[in-house]
């Protein structure tokens, strides 16, 4: 069992930045973590993932180029640095992790509860 735990999430004016955490509440090192968001009335949208070495990473079509996952494995955390922010990218943003898939499709196995991120114009 992996428990994630998202913070960082906040109210950012358009243009800005803000750096998303995922904290695991035990040992992930093997895991591919991911993350999405989901906006109101909207369905769950791929943001980015990153294998468990570090070594690849993907990213959503609406984000490349502003946004970047990284991962620290010595203290089970990942990050989402997010720059360029418009008001499009309000959501709520979950991180996810599983053991034997790292990809767009929402197959994760283990997912938190969320931090809102909300943009202003």
């Known amino acids: 069992q992996v428990q994630l735990v998202e913070s960082g999430g906040g109210l950012v004016q358009a243009g800005g930045s803000l750096r998303l955490s995922c904290t695991a509440l035990r040992t992930y090192r093997s895991y591919c973590m991911g993350w999405f968001r989901q906006a109101p009335g909207k369905e769950r949208e791929f943001v980015a993932a990153i294998t468990w070495s570090g070594g690849s990473s993907y990213d959503g079509d609406s984000v490349k180029g502003r946004f970047t996952i990284s991962r620290v494995n010595a203290k089970n955390m990942v990050y989402l640095q997010m720059n360029s922010l418009n008001p499009e990218d309000t959501a709520v943003y979950y991180c996810?992790?599983?053991?034997?898939?790292?990809?767009?499709?929402?197959?994760?196995?283990?997912w938190g509860q969320g931090t809102q991120v909300t943009v202003s114009s």
């Open positions: 996810a992790a599983d053991l034997n898939y790292c990809g767009p499709g929402a197959d994760y196995s283990y």
